[in-house]
């Protein structure tokens, strides 16, 4: 299979498993979480003590300290007794029951153990795992493929994967081969193509984005640079108290001029944006071309996901939780 066609089958496969996961949204409503439709309507009566969003058709839920599984219709299908576990990705989930990891199927059937401290979800075939105080990657049959020597490591996205060796970090393929040699001070993971990177010290290091090659594509110039998302990165002009937010394309262009107290990557076309500060902030949503499209008025937001955003308005105690459409518009709320 061509390094294209691999690609290709990697991005449906996640776009499947992204729109199953957004079929459905946690709700708590007399302490008992459930779910509700995109449309506001209960669909799986909130009768668990603690469940999470839906990941590759499957809901984590948990009872007293035990977790376990459920399926979109509500059935209970991996039962609540695993001490940890993590999301279903490409069909399974790592769970741990007593001081044994292994990975199980969507029925719960145990596929493998793996002699490991900790386990994590498949992504692109492959599973970081961490020995003693070095982590590698196994395949889908249990066998480590890249050996566990990284001083840390984090999930293969878009064909690369960022590792650390001592305090340098580069990107490795999928036979551990270093692409782009372990020269960063600190790097994170590929999005839409780019990854952005810091050059210099924490306190007075600038960042800038490099491509696959390991070349720069977007010098060292700003003073945070996070990842990019619909095709926009977001970027902050000053320090983390004081700075403002704004956003660039990929030609390192600002697009939308650093102005907000504190923002958020866009998603489905949406960046939720901030005034102020404390207990006086507000959240609201721009569009890719800087417009308030839902106005300052949360003091919770979320990103949008599949045409809906979890929010809350006023405080944590007597505020009001829910969610809102696209327009602004709460489809379903609870009153504290």
């Given at each position: 299979?061509?390094?294209l066609a691999s690609f290709t089958l990697i991005c449906l496969v996640f776009a499947v498993e992204f729109l199953e996961a957004q079929n459905l949204y946690p709700v708590s409503i007399d302490r008992k979480d459930g779910f509700i439709d995109k449309s506001g309507e209960i669909v799986i009566q909130p009768t668990f003590q603690k469940a999470y969003p839906f990941r590759n058709g499957m809901a984590r839920i948990k009872v007293g300290a035990k977790s376990g599984f459920i399926d979109e219709s509500g059935k209970v299908v991996v039962p609540t007794k695993y001490d940890k576990v993590t999301d279903?990705?490409?069909g399974l989930a790592a769970v741990k029951k007593g001081a044994k990891w292994m990975y199980i199927d969507k029925k719960g059937k145990k596929l493998f153990d793996i002699e490991c401290n900790f386990a994590f979800g498949f992504k692109e075939g492959l599973a970081r795992v961490q020995v003693g105080s070095f982590l590698g990657y196994v395949d889908?049959?249990?066998a480590i493929v890249i050996q566990p020597k990284y001083h840390g490591a984090y999930d293969f996205k878009e064909g690369l994967a960022r590792v650390r060796i001592n305090n340098k970090w580069g990107f490795i393929d999928a036979k551990g081969n270093f692409v782009i040699p372990p020269t960063f001070?600190?790097?994170?993971d590929f999005?839409?193509?780019l990854a952005n990177f810091r050059q210099g010290s924490d306190a007075n290091g600038k960042w800038g984005f490099i491509n696959k090659d390991g070349d720069v594509s977007i010098e060292a110039k700003f003073d945070k640079a996070f990842y990019f998302s619909d095709g926009r990165a977001l970027i902050r002009k000053g320090d983390f108290k004081t700075g403002k937010y704004g956003f660039i394309n990929k030609q390192g262009a600002v697009v939308v001029k650093p102005q907000f107290d504190g923002a958020y990557n866009f998603h489905e076309g949406m960046a939720n944006v901030a005034e102020g500060h404390g207990k006086r902030r507000k959240w609201g949503y721009i569009n890719k071309s800087g417009?308030?499209?839902?106005n300052n008025?949360?003091?919770f937001p979320s990103d949008f996901r599949n045409g809906l955003a979890k929010v809350r308005v006023g405080s944590f105690l007597t505020g009001v939780d829910g969610y809102v459409d696209q327009q602004g518009n709460f489809i379903w709320k609870r009153q504290k």
């Open positions: 299979m061509s390094r279903y990705s490409e889908k049959s249990g001070d600190l790097v994170w999005n839409e193509g417009k308030i499209v839902i008025q949360f003091s």
